[in-house]
């Protein structure tokens, strides 16, 4: 019984051998097939949505409208040098009021990059800083320090992005 078991295996272990490993190969390929399509979907999970800039509190002065390639409507560019969020921007002071400093802005904070008149509206929380930061002022009191022609950045923790009228949170004179 044993010879022929022997025999048996023999005359056929190069067959078994060939049929076994195709089905591993088989099951091997479909395990990689079904892990591959897990992974897709958990990295199409994983990616942020984009941010569009009227849903992050940006105004529409200065937009550039494309088309949104999902829906085919009209939507605000939002692209590596031009974020859905901006919090700061730097421009020339025209005036100085009493609660405000009137700004020649650089267009940084538009889509179409042009200079436009900035109203900065300080509250009791806005710091003013100097070039080197000696003096550190808050609230409209830092208005004091500031003069027509200074090139300013300020800073604001709402999105400036298309916004001409904004509050500040900081204005650095450069």
Known sequence: MFKIILDFVKKYLLPLVIIVLVIF???????????????????QKSLPETIKPQESGAGNVGEIMVEDEETGEQAPLVSPIMP????????????VKTDRVIIKGKGTNFAD???????????????T???????????????????SAMEVLIGSSENIRGKTEFKAKTLKIL
């Open 84 to 95: 859905p969020e901006i919090f700061s921007t730097t421009g020339i002071i025209i005036e």
């Open 113 to 127: 990059g042009k200079a436009r008149v900035l109203t900065v509206v300080f509250t009791n929380e806005t710091i």
């Open 25 to 43: 190969v088989l099951l091997l390929m479909n395990h990689i097939s079904v892990l591959n399509k897990e992974i897709a979907s958990l990295y």
């Open 129 to 147: 800083f100097d070039k080197t930061s000696t003096f550190r002022q808050t609230g409209a009191i830092g208005l004091k320090q500031l003069e």
